[in-house]
């Protein structure tokens, strides 16, 4: 299947900086889901990417696909405390109507006051 | 409409026990995946189950195995249990349609494996 290495592994960042975690694919990807886990939650859908070069903001936060769909990445401007969590990037497969993500391992966000 | 539903929350067994996990999806939904997640390998998928018919397995053991009832409520049963099966247990219920595929997760089953 896809494989999706995420990196950083883990950020800290003072309150009101940027972040920024990046989703990289030796091979070309299908789609690219992103997925927030606050301390003690659960994954947490927030957006799909399918198209190449696609881009899609939700408030602060901006979600790239790259040209070739082997890359992606997440931004968000002017971080706050509500911010914290891991952020995952995922690959939904599909196949003979099944339905699967492989994770990439997560870039735990904390943010200083 | 309601979440997806996990029980119990936390449980706590001993190696070589046995451990039954709960999962009612979202009203309507049809697919139930599940997932382990453990701060060394992360989420990984385990198995999806539509209709009451496995229909993908991850790459885990005989030990971890899963059922889907006709109202589609899932379980999965782990057993002889080891101290690596310490893990937070995700159950994912999946709405398809003409929007993005997504995968709605419960709360989560944290399991203990003293």
């Known amino acids: 299947g896809q494989q999706v290495m995420q990196i950083p592994q883990y950020q800290h960042v003072q309150e009101g900086e940027d972040f920024t975690t990046y989703c990289n694919s030796s091979t070309t990807l299908s789609n690219i889901q992103w997925y927030k886990q606050r301390p003690g939650g659960h994954p947490v859908f927030l957006i799909q990417?399918?198209?190449?070069?696609e881009v899609k903001k939700q408030k602060r936060l901006t979600f790239q696909f790259g040209e070739a769909k082997k890359n992606s990445s997440l931004h968000i401007t002017a971080t706050q405390t509500t911010d914290v969590g891991t952020y995952f990037c995922?690959?939904?497969?599909?196949?003979?109507?099944?339905?699967?993500?492989?994770f990439g391992k997560g870039t735990k966000l904390s943010v200083i006051p | 409409k309601a979440g997806v539903t996990q029980t119990p929350r936390y449980l706590i067994k001993t190696r070589g026990q046995q451990v039954t996990l709960s999962c009612s999806p979202i009203s309507g939904h049809r697919s139930v995946s599940w997932y382990q997640q453990t701060p060394g390998q992360g989420l990984q998928f385990l198995f999806e189950y539509f209709s009451e018919t496995q229909r993908n397995k991850g790459n885990f053991p005989g030990r971890f195995s899963g059922r889907q009832f006709s109202n589609s409520r899932s379980e999965m049963n782990v057993s002889t249990l080891e101290l690596g099966d310490s893990a937070l247990y995700l159950c994912a219920s999946f709405s398809g349609g003409s929007g993005a595929n997504v995968l709605t997760f419960g709360a989560g089953s944290r399991l203990t494996v003293l």
């Open positions: 995922a690959v939904l497969h599909s196949g003979a109507g099944s339905y699967q993500l492989t």
């Open positions: 990417l399918v198209k190449s070069g």
